[in-house]
């Protein structure tokens, strides 16, 4: 038996339809096709949404027999980031792939590995998310209400904003600048002097064009991908945080599926995930050209970079007494091995 889409009910009823199709599915007799759906906020055309639907969709597929089917809503067509995670919390959403950020307020751990100025580069950061540190998180979501399948490349972080050219700190200084909701996040820019406002990024686009906020910070591929440029001037390539994508499955929905079906979307990801930090890695440049192309682009030097990581130092402290000091001096330790 087939069951029955959705997906052209509205939006509640399609979050309540995926309730049935998340729970039934798995209910359903072993020889029967059943189908889960997995929802993101970045634009079709960003890595994450790119690798979802052309590996991590064909490959669970292809380890079920045909089994298990994967329906891909990328560009917020299942709603914003906090309305997939809560969904998938509840276990009314199968699987969400979303910016680390947004789960950060449910388990504020995540915040450990949003140190500003700390991940120099992408390495660094994969090196310590794939260990022990990642390890303690994923239990922490564990214990959420989520099931963590592993981490997809984000990004640097750059900002940009719509009153001139940000060269030193000083320069940020009252900027009203849009910012995911991670207290790390918001912390940071206002040791640096301007006005954070934490904001879904389903709104970001329309605040920027009616100048709500003046400045955003995002990784070359989304502020590419979400047409930024058109409403914003100014990009410096600040590079403060170096920021992940979490995938998680509702843990009600997973427990529900059978082990080897578990087995194969576990895999499918971590084929997915390989795919997606090349492709990445490879898009970055891409972006950065075509950007300089529609923006006015200024280079932040070396002493003012380091002036805004001194500046920020002390946000560092006030993670551990949220994210845990065992956990902060963990990330720190291997940062420092270079």
Request: aromatic share 6%; charged share 25%.
């Amino acid at each position: 038996m087939k069951l029955r889409s959705h997906f052209k009910l509205p939006l509640m009823a399609r979050m309540a339809a995926a309730a049935a199709v998340t729970f039934g599915c798995a209910m359903a007799p072993a020889a029967a096709q059943q189908k889960l759906q997995i929802a993101g906020n970045f634009a079709s055309e960003h890595p994450s949404s790119v690798a979802v639907e052309q590996v991590f969709k064909k490959e669970v597929a292809r380890l079920t027999n045909n089994q298990l089917q994967v329906d891909v809503f990328p560009a917020m067509q299942l709603g914003g980031a906090k309305e997939n995670v809560d969904a998938v919390r509840s276990g009314t959403l199968a699987l969400t792939w979303v910016g680390a950020a947004f789960l950060s307020r449910i388990a504020p751990e995540l915040e450990a590995v949003s140190l500003p100025f700390v991940f120099s580069n992408r390495e660094i950061a994969f090196r310590v998310i794939d260990g022990p540190v990642g390890d303690a998180i994923d239990k922490k979501l564990q214990a959420k209400g989520f099931v963590s399948l592993g981490w997809m490349e984000l990004g640097m972080r750059h900002i940009t904003n719509s009153r001139g050219p940000i060269k030193t700190m000083a320069d940020l200084k009252g900027l009203k600048v849009r910012l995911q909701p991670n207290e790390t996040h918001l912390n940071t820019f206002r040791a640096l002097g301007a006005n954070p406002v934490a904001m879904d990024v389903k709104e970001l686009y329309s605040a920027l064009e009616q100048h709500v906020v003046d400045a955003q910070e995002n990784p070359y591929t989304v502020i590419s991908a979400a047409r930024y440029g058109e409403v914003q001037k100014h990009l410096s390539n600040s590079g403060h945080f170096f920021d992940l994508i979490a995938v998680v499955a509702s843990r009600k929905a997973f427990e529900q599926l059978n082990p080897e079906h578990q087995k194969a979307i576990r895999e499918a990801m971590t084929s997915t995930i390989a795919f997606q930090r090349k492709l990445a890695e490879q898009d970055e440049s891409k972006r950065l050209a075509e950007l300089k192309g529609k923006m006015t682009y200024t280079e932040i030097s070396a002493a003012s970079l380091d002036e805004m990581r001194r500046a920020t130092a002390p946000v560092i402290e006030d993670v551990k007494k949220r994210a845990g000091a065992d956990l902060v001096n963990q990330v720190l330790a291997e940062v420092a091995k270079r």
